[in-house]
């Protein structure tokens, strides 16, 4: 049993694809990867705990560790509860309600995120078309690249259990990898955690080695 691989399921950022995962590097003698996509919400009104209790159907390994991304973090943690996991592994998330920001806590109590432009992101194709400057290119190119989810009822549903996350307290076995530069999930609020220097919310994809050699050891 000692030479049996170490099953490892990684779940995307919100509205994206196991793409973003493609630059981690891992020993193919010692880790077996899995790769989750997202399910739709069964209504705008499906728990986050029913939604986690589905993903987590798809784990068929004894004792895996879950990598999370972002809100594959917050996904990860609530999938643990209904798992029996080795480790779970945050990357670029939050480990509780208390570690959201303010200005995303204001959003949540004035609704604003309601307002999303959520067709924006389902019709990329034609957004781009609008977009000027090379900063803006990119930014299109990359999500073009990378999101994979277009439903306009998962974005609402997922920008909506982020902000009314209810963790209260981290759960134990939790490793978190953050930058230092997160600006989604700024650092100051961040407890607990390994920082990565001048890394930002999207260091998954520039900081991959990195953050492979961290999950390698941790394991």
């Known amino acids: 049993m000692s030479n049996a691989k170490i099953h490892i399921y990684f779940i995307p950022g919100l509205a994206a694809g196991p793409k973003i995962f493609?630059?981690?590097?891992?020993?193919e003698t010692k880790f077996e990867l899995h790769f989750l996509e997202w399910l739709l919400p069964l209504s705008e009104k499906e728990t986050i705990e029913n939604?986690?209790?589905?993903?987590?159907?798809?784990?068929?390994?004894?004792?895996?560790?879950?990598?999370?991304?972002?809100?594959?973090?917050i996904m990860a943690q609530e999938m643990s509860?209904?798992?029996k996991t080795k480790k779970v592994i945050i990357i670029s998330s939050v480990k509780s309600k208390n570690e959201l920001p303010n200005r995303l806590k204001a959003v949540q109590?004035?609704?604003?995120?309601?307002l999303f432009p959520t067709k924006a992101i389902t019709n990329l194709e034609d957004f781009s078309?609008?977009?000027f400057g090379n900063y803006a290119k990119k930014r299109v190119a990359l999500y073009k690249e990378y999101l994979s989810v277009r439903d306009a009822g998962y974005l609402t549903w997922a920008i909506h259990n982020v902000l009314y996350w209810k963790q209260n307290k981290p759960l134990e076995n939790i490793l978190?990898?953050?930058?230092?530069d997160d600006g989604i999930f700024p650092i100051k609020h961040i407890k607990n955690c390994?920082?990565?220097d001048?890394?930002?919310?999207?260091?998954?994809?520039?900081?991959?080695?990195k953050i492979s050699d961290l999950i390698t050891n941790a394991l």
Request: charged fraction near 20%.
């Open 22 to 27: 493609e630059y981690l590097q891992f020993s």
């Open 51 to 73: 939604y986690a209790k589905r993903m987590a159907a798809f784990v068929i390994e004894e004792n895996p560790v879950l990598v999370g991304v972002s809100f594959g973090g």
């Open 81 to 83: 509860k209904h798992l």
């Open 109 to 114: 109590k004035t609704k604003a995120y309601k």
């Open 129 to 131: 078309v609008y977009a």
């Open 176 to 180: 978190h990898i953050h930058g230092v």
């Open 194 to 196: 390994i920082r990565i």
């Open 198 to 209: 001048k890394g930002t919310h999207i260091m998954i994809l520039n900081k991959a080695k």
